[in-house]
């Protein structure tokens, strides 16, 4: 028999599976078991009233939160002539067409973002296989397409989210650090969930936003009372 860990020793003492949370005590949570060598994320997990198999009622989309993320993002442009310089000057960490194209297949560079203009996706497209299967693919759905590159490369390194239902009908996002205050994870996860709301498809029937939990990088799922950002 395995033995029990001191952080799952605090886990199972502290958290019940059937039990909802505040986002107060799930921070606090969080906090008595995090990494002493990194700073763990926040990902929350929003369930909702979709139908996952039915393409009309697949949500896809982005935000940009009001209190970032607390990371540093890494982004690469596809981009020629002036937006490649605006993209140079906004910060982009690569910038290219061809060649950038030829790195990626190669494997050579590895980002958080990819980012395309208009007329650059003749380029990107031929990427499919490489950048799809990381979730990397711009889309003018959540504005990783966008003739202003500068705004959406301020957009992402601000604390941009990127979302889209599973097969379970469930969103994932990351919503800010575990050294944030409640106030702010508080601010960022209602901000995703007015930006879900925004987005519910005319099929859709019933609860919209269902259940929602909290999980720390190394840490477990929460279940949270809805009735904080809802």
Do not use: C
Request: net charge neutral; proline share 3%; hydrophobic share 40%.
């Amino acid at each position: 028999m395995s033995k029990v860990t001191k952080k799952q020793k605090i886990i199972l003492e502290k958290v019940n599976p059937e039990q909802s949370y505040s986002i107060a005590e799930a921070l606090d949570i969080m906090q008595s078991v995090k990494s002493s060598k990194f700073e763990e994320s926040i990902d929350i997990a929003i369930r909702l009233g979709v139908d996952p198999t039915k393409s009309d009622q697949n949500v896809r989309g982005a935000v940009t939160l009001p209190n970032s993320l607390g990371n540093q993002v890494s982004v690469a442009v596809f981009a020629d002539g002036e937006q490649a310089e605006a993209a140079k000057a906004a910060g982009a960490d690569h910038v290219g067409m061809d060649d950038l194209a030829e790195k990626f297949s190669k494997e050579e560079i590895s980002v958080d973002v990819v980012i395309s203009t208009n007329d650059a996706m003749k380029v990107v497209g031929k990427l499919g296989q490489v950048l799809g299967p990381k979730g990397l693919m711009p889309n003018p759905k959540t504005g990783t397409v966008s003739d202003d590159v500068a705004t959406a490369i301020n957009n992402v390194k601000a604390g941009q989210v990127r979302f889209r239902t599973d097969k379970n009908g469930i969103i994932h996002g990351s919503i800010g650090k575990v050294s944030f205050d409640v106030t702010k994870l508080q601010t960022n996860a209602s901000a995703l969930i007015e930006e879900l709301k925004k987005l519910k498809p005319a099929s859709a029937k019933g609860i919209f936003i269902g259940s929602i939990a909290l999980s720390s990088t190394m840490g477990p799922g929460i279940k949270i009372h809805s009735s904080e950002l809802v």
